[in-house]
């Protein structure tokens, strides 16, 4: 039996049918009203507790979520910042073993040759010296009148000539002194710039110290905090987190790109070195050991700058001994410039590849081969640039290891927004539940409005009428009261 038929089973008028159909459909729904109603708060009930439960969920999903990224946020800034403490202590004590060792010794031959100074100018500033005894004997010699005697005027005069003699004698003799000390004291001037310039560079190394003292002072703040938990610095750490995540992503963008160069420099070369034609697995053989190269430098860089502890990716090559870093270092230096010298080669090769294409193309099409000038400029460009790529790759390790140790701050974050879109969403999704309970319940008296308001008005005649018959029986009973 199909739907027509259904349709038509009580009347062939189709609207007839319907009618009884509507009637009928009617009739069963306000018999079984609260049942329906039953069902749908039932079935939007269980929605609504399904929705809130995986609400309640994400919530403290999302809370946990949160603690781990607090705690990974302040454990890779309490690592952060030991090393910047331990790197600073360290230039502290480069400060001091360089600079400021040998500041005893300065500080004596500093104070010996300033103490040199101030004799000799103590010296050259001495006063003239004080008369001899006997310039009383003649003053009172002076003092004797001539009283026209020419013997005593004789002898006057020739005392008087004596000590102006004497005079300038003592004056010439003090004069020329003053002079030498004068001249040593000017000859002195160097060195009295020579030590200023010392101790204005003992100075600029104490001054240099307080600010790496105050730097360090800074970061035990912050080192402090971090111990505390504190949201704020973890707030901060996030962002800078974040920073260095797009930062560093941006640098191993720049990086493959890099690397893409460099793979297309020794790809042709190396088709002919390991055969064009053969293939490993759908690759090209030739492609699979260009990018081995590339891989195998990246992975000397690595090595390298774990070697010099310049990156922290390997815990076991930062614990090595110095010696055996040392030689660790010596190797991978040495294999990174052996391969370099490699792509070199293969790039010079691939422009002697190029040109006899070039060559053939042009034998082929008939047209006469032509010497280029400058020839050799390309190719030592390429030649610069196949030993150049290397060694820029193998820094690739630094941003490397900073969008790693970022990237599990960034998705932390990244996942407690997702899980606060799934709850928004699941609680968004118990409120419109909730309405469209409510909403089915209005909808579902709403089709059987007929017999519900053939109900109202019958329970409204019933209470009418016995309100009123009430009404009677009291007037009656009080009628026969009185």
Request: with cysteine; aromatic share 8%.
């Amino acid at each position: 039996m199909n739907n027509s038929e259904l349709l038509l089973i009580w009347s062939d008028n189709p609207t007839v049918s319907v009618v009884i159909w509507a009637t009928l459909i009617i009739l069963a729904m306000y018999l079984g009203r609260q049942s329906g109603h039953k069902f749908i708060t039932a079935l939007t009930g269980l929605l609504n507790t399904a929705f809130k439960i995986t609400s309640e969920t994400l919530i403290n999903f999302e809370e946990k979520i949160v603690k781990r990224n607090k705690q990974v946020i302040l454990h890779e800034g309490k690592q952060a910042t030991e090393r910047m403490i331990e790197r600073e202590f360290h230039r502290v004590n480069s400060l001091v073993a360089l600079d400021l060792s040998g500041y005893p010794a300065v500080q004596r031959k500093i104070t010996d040759t300033i103490n040199k100074i101030e004799a000799d100018y103590q010296a050259s500033n001495e006063t003239p010296p004080s008369p001899p005894d006997w310039l009383e004997a003649v003053e009172a010699i002076s003092k004797v009148k001539s009283k026209g005697d020419s013997a005593v005027d004789k002898i006057l005069t020739n005392i008087q000539h004596s000590l102006e003699t004497a005079h300038d004698e003592t004056m010439k003799e003090y004069r020329k002194s003053s002079f030498n000390r004068l001249q040593y004291l000017k000859k002195m001037l160097p060195s009295w710039r020579c030590l200023s310039q010392t101790v204005d560079g003992m100075s600029k190394s104490i001054t240099d110290l307080s600010d790496r003292a105050d730097h360090i002072d800074k970061q035990m703040g912050i080192y402090e905090k971090i111990k505390a938990e504190d949201d704020k610095v973890a707030n901060l750490l996030s962002v800078s987190s974040m920073t260095q995540f797009f930062i560093s992503a941006l640098v191993l963008i720049i990086a493959i790109l890099g690397g893409v160069i460099n793979f297309q420099l020794i790809a042709l070369p190396m088709s002919e070195m390991v055969g064009g034609t053969s293939e490993i697995g759908g690759w090209k053989t030739a492609d699979i050991a260009a990018m081995v190269i590339i891989m195998v430098e990246v992975a000397m860089g690595l090595f390298l700058l774990e070697s010099l502890r310049v990156t922290n990716l390997f815990a076991l090559i930062g614990s090595m001994d110095d010696k055996m870093r040392r030689r660790m270092m010596i190797v991978s230096l040495t294999i990174l410039t052996i391969l370099a010298s490699v792509e070199a080669s293969l790039a010079y090769m691939r422009d002697l590849l190029s040109m006899d294409r070039e060559v053939l193309l042009q034998s082929l099409s008939g047209v006469a081969s032509s010497n280029v000038e400058f020839r050799w400029i390309p190719s030592i460009g390429q030649m610069i640039m196949g030993f150049v790529l290397p060694f820029a790759l193998a820094f690739v390790a630094i941003p490397l290891e900073s969008f790693i140790h970022s990237s599990r701050t960034v998705i932390g974050i990244a996942v407690v927004n997702i899980v606060r879109v799934f709850v928004y969403v699941s609680n968004l999704l118990m409120q419109l539940t909730e309405q469209v309970g409510r909403i089915s319940t209005h909808a579902y008296d709403m089709v059987i409005f007929l017999p519900l308001t053939i109900e109202q008005l019958g329970r409204h005649y019933k209470a009418t009428r016995e309100k009123g018959e009430k009404s009677y029986v009291d007037i009656e009973s009080t009628g026969g009261n009185q």
